[in-house]
C-alpha cells in the first residue's frame, strides 16, 4: 500500500519575516459606510478620527477639481512645487523637505532607514499605535517608557525623562508625538529643548507635529524652527488634520539634508497623487482655513470640558482637534452603544486606556448630538 503525501511545503503566510508575522494590524476608525452596512442607520455622525469636519478650503478644493485633468499622468514623483511651497512658509531649503503620503508614511520610513534587528527605538506609552508598529515591522526592539501618571500635572503624557532613560548606544530613533494622540497631552517648549540638548547626535529624534496647528496656544514648540540646530532632529506635518485633506494622504518631513537623501532613498517615487500634490501646495499658505478649524475645535473642546462632567465622566485636556474622556467602566460598552445612536466614536483600549474613548470635536450642533445620546449610553 502506498504511503499518504505528506505536504511539508510551508504556508505562504510562515514565508514573511517573523517581525511581520507577529504584527497585529492597526485598527482604523470604523467607517461610515461600515456603520451603515451593520445597522442600517443612515444619518451617521463620524467623531472618531481626527478628521477636520469643515472640509478643505474653496481654494484648495478649486485647485484639486483642476488637476483631475491631469490624472491620467504619474504625478512629479520629486513634488517640487509643493516641495518649493513648504520650503518657502519654513523658510528652510527643499533639500530639507521630503514628502510622505501622509505623515504615516513617513513614520514607517524612518524606521526602514535608520532601524535593524541590532537597533532600538524608544517610544512611550499611550503613543500613537503606528510608532511601535513600524519599529516592530522591521525587526528591532521598541522599548516602551511610562507615561505620566493621574497624578502628574499631565496625565498619560509623555515622560522625557523615562524616555531618555532608555536610550543606549543600540538606539537609533525616539518617536515623540507633541500633542499626541490619543491622549492629547503635550510637551512644553523647555522640556523638549531639554531633551534634544541631551540627546546624543547617534539618536534621530522624530517630533511628530501631526496636531501642531491646533497646538499653538498650549506651550508646544515649533520644531520647524529647531531643525537646522539640531541635526538628529526629524518634525513629521500633515495636511490631514486642521488642512482637512485626509483623503488625499499628504504629510512632510523637515530634517537635516542627509537625512532626506536617506528617507528619499526608501521613498515610493509616486507617492503621493497629483490632486495631493495640488491640493496641499494650494493650503499650506491658508491662514483662514487653519484658523477656522483652531476656532471649531477650541469652541467644541470648551463645550465638551463644560458639558461631559455633568454627565458623571471626566475629559482630559487636550492640545489637538479631539479629547481624550474616562467614561466609567468600559469605553468599548459605551462606543458600542453610541453606534446604534448612528454616532462613531473611537475605543482606546488597545491603547492601554481601556475605560477612555477619543472624541473628535465636530461642527457645533455635531457636538450637542452627542452630548445628548450619551446620557442613555453610559
Not at 39 to 62: C, F, Q, R, Y
Not at 180 to 202: H, I, M, Q
Amino acid at each position: 500500500m502506498s504511503q499518504p503525501v505528506v505536504n511539508t511545503q510551508p504556508a505562504p503566510g510562515q514565508l514573511a519575516t517573523a517581525a511581520v508575522r507577529g504584527l497585529a494590524p492597526y485598527v482604523i476608525g470604523k467607517p461610515v459606510e461600515e456603520l451603515q452596512r451593520e445597522l442600517g442607520i443612515t444619518d451617521v455622525l463620524k467623531l472618531a478620527s481626527n478628521e477636520n469636519p469643515l472640509g478643505p478650503s474653496a481654494a484648495a478644493l478649486a485647485a484639486m477639481r483642476r488637476s483631475l485633468e491631469e490624472t491620467w499622468l504619474y504625478p512629479d514623483g520629486n513634488g517640487h512645487d509643493l516641495k518649493m511651497a513648504i520650503s518657502r512658509h519654513h523658510g528652510l531649503p527643499m533639500s530639507q523637505v521630503t514628502l510622505g503620503n501622509g505623515s504615516n508614511d513617513l513614520i514607517v520610513l524612518l524606521a526602514e532607514a535608520f532601524l535593524t534587528t541590532e537597533t532600538s527605538a524608544v517610544v512611550s506609552q499611550h503613543a500613537f499605535a503606528i510608532y511601535g508598529l513600524a519599529i516592530q515591522a522591521v525587526g528591532a526592539q521598541g522599548r516602551v517608557a511610562p507615561a505620566l501618571n493621574e497624578a502628574s500635572g499631565m496625565p498619560y503624557g509623555h515622560d522625557l525623562e523615562a524616555m531618555f532613560d532608555l536610550i543606549d548606544d543600540t538606539t537609533r530613533l525616539v518617536y515623540i508625538a507633541n500633542p499626541n494622540n490619543p491622549t492629547g497631552t503635550w510637551s512644553p517648549t523647555a522640556d523638549v529643548l531639554r531633551f534634544l540638548e541631551r540627546t546624543p547626535p547617534s539618536v534621530i529624534v522624530v517630533l511628530d507635529e501631526a496636531y501642531f496647528e491646533y497646538a499653538r496656544g498650549y506651550g508646544c514648540p515649533d520644531g520647524s524652527t529647531l531643525v537646522e540646530r539640531f541635526p538628529n532632529l526629524v518634525v513629521l506635518r500633515t495636511f490631514s488634520k486642521a488642512h482637512a485633506l485626509a483623503g488625499v494622504r499628504v504629510g512632510y518631513a523637515l530634517s537635516h539634508p542627509q537625512v532626506a537623501d536617506m528617507l528619499n532613498r526608501v521613498r515610493a517615487p509616486f507617492n503621493v497623487s497629483i490632486p495631493g500634490l495640488v491640493g496641499a501646495a494650494t493650503s499650506i499658505g491658508d491662514a483662514q482655513q487653519i484658523a477656522r478649524a483652531v476656532q471649531l475645535a477650541d469652541e467644541g473642546k470648551q463645550l465638551l470640558l463644560r458639558e461631559l462632567p455633568k454627565l458623571g465622566v471626566k475629559p482630559y485636556r487636550s492640545a489637538g482637534n479631539f479629547l481624550l474622556v474616562d467614561v466609567g467602566a468600559s469605553g468599548q460598552a459605551v462606543y458600542d452603544k453610541l453606534l446604534h445612536q448612528g454616532i462613531i466614536v473611537r475605543p482606546v483600549a488597545g491603547y492601554g486606556l481601556p475605560r477612555c474613548v477619543r472624541i473628535t470635536m465636530g461642527t457645533m450642533p455635531q457636538n450637542q448630538r452627542l452630548l445628548a445620546a450619551l446620557p442613555e449610553c453610559l
